[in-house]
């Protein structure tokens, strides 16, 4: 009994004392003890990566003397840019991609595993020379070899097959280029509303105007100019003086946001554009639900442009006004944990090179990949949708479509995802 009584006075002392340190220390624990809680109820403990998609944007580049970009009075309009050439990567660009890579296998590292298996991969890239050669330099940074692939003893390099569709035929990747999307991206330009916020910047495209030589008056001609700024300030050149007033910020590059404002504007262009590659990505989470994913898929590479970076990012609601810097990228994770798949979204700056995790407007960071799907549902393009002739454009009348090809879906978009389906 004595016993119990002392055990009992020196509990309580202690309790006593405990509470004698003060309200500060009894807040300490009770917060600790919460956070406990609270840690072991927080999603993601548990999560397992099952399938990650990465739209990313080619790296530094030259000019590209397309009709677009070099302008009459540019002081560089005849220079090759030897020995790139016009539009292609520079070698700042080239270690940007790579860098790119370097990133994707420190982020996924465990996932991938070290060694490359050609069924983990899959890489995709417009037709273009600079995100063909993106693609590589990615690829590159992604998969050194390992030991029991290395084929050089100084060459730290395996090559890695690649694909890409024609340009003519492209309707994911370039699927601005489709007649139902110019279509519907000059009616927008009609809007009264779009050519009140034009004219704001009619002033400013008047004295470009006679600055470049070039008529200057449409949101595609700031588009274009401005990018001609980019691609020769990262070459570290000299731009005209009267340059630096407009670029890389003030008014410019406000006419150059409002250029992915118009080009995004309404459901039906974000279905075309940012959804078509959308589309893609989640046929093949859906794939990797249903089983029928082709056995070991981890990683589908997609090397573009920073269209589709801000179409994207549109399509999915989570643009804010910038413009998508040389190697930036969407990255698109498909998660599980328990028995629920979840998506999450990163958005990689490029420049920094770093990535940061975008939460998606009426879900969570970790989106369950139920309410994911309703939420892009809207944006989601249909097999009408997709129909893309591009000899009906004027860019393309003067070319003959493969007759061999399919004329409406041109196998774009599920073919290389899935087996039997």
């Known amino acids: 009994m004595c016993e119990v009584e002392t055990d009992r006075s020196n509990a309580e002392l202690q309790f006593d004392n405990m509470i004698s340190i003060g309200n500060s220390s009894m807040y300490s624990v009770i917060a600790f003890i919460t956070l406990i809680v609270a840690f072991a109820n927080v999603k993601g403990l548990n999560l397992q990566t099952k399938l990650v998609n990465v739209v990313f944007r080619h ?13 009459p009075n540019d002081p560089y309009l005849n220079d090759d840019f030897y020995p790139f050439g016009l539009g292609e990567l520079t070698n700042n660009g080239k270690m940007r991609e790579y860098q790119l890579g370097q990133f994707l296998r420190k982020q996924y590292d465990k996932f991938l595993g070290k060694v490359y298996i050609p069924d983990v991969l899959e890489a995709h890239s417009t037709d273009y020379r600079r995100t063909k050669a993106s693609l590589q330099l990615v690829l590159a940074g992604l998969y050194p070899p390992a030991l029991i692939q290395r084929w050089n003893a100084i060459l730290k390099w395996q090559p890695i097959p690649t694909e890409y569709i024609p340009r003519l035929y492209d309707n994911v990747l370039l699927s601005d280029e489709c007649p139902r999307y110019l279509n519907e991206y000059n009616q927008v330009l009609e809007l009264p509303e779009v050519k009140e916020e034009l ?11 006679e600055l470049t030589g070039k008529n200057i008056s449409t949101p595609l001609d700031m588009y274009y100019l401005y990018h001609t700024f980019v691609a020769e300030s990262f070459m570290n050149l000299d731009l005209p003086d009267w340059a630096y007033s407009l670029f890389p910020y003030g008014r410019l590059y406000n006419g150059t946001i409002f250029a992915y404002k118009v080009a995004n504007y309404n459901k039906l262009q974000k279905r075309i554009y940012g959804g078509a590659v959308l589309r893609k990505i989640i046929d093949s989470m859906k794939a990797h639900v249903n089983g029928t994913l082709k056995a070991g898929k981890k990683l589908i590479l997609y090397s573009g442009h920073e269209t589709n970076i801000a179409s994207l990012l549109n399509t999915l609601e989570v643009y804010r006004p910038h413009v998508p810097e040389y190697s930036s990228a969407v990255i698109i994770e498909l998660l599980y944990e328990g028995d629920k798949y979840y998506v999450k979204v990163l958005y990689y700056a490029g420049i920094p090179s770093q990535a940061k995790e975008i939460k998606l407007p009426d879900c969570e960071v970790l989106c369950p990949l139920e309410k994911f799907l309703q939420l892009t549902a809207d944006v989601i393009p249909t097999d009408e949708d997709m129909i893309c002739d591009k000899t009906k454009t004027e860019s393309y009348a003067d070319q003959k479509p493969n007759q061999n090809m399919n004329r409406n879906l041109y196998n774009v978009i599920n073919n290389y995802i899935t087996d039997g389906v």
Not at 199 to 209: P, R, S
């Open 59 to 71: 790296g530094d580049r030259t000019p590209d003397n397309n009709g677009y970009e070099l302008y």
């Open 199 to 209: 004219a704001a910047f009619d002033d400013m495209n008047a004295k470009l105007t």
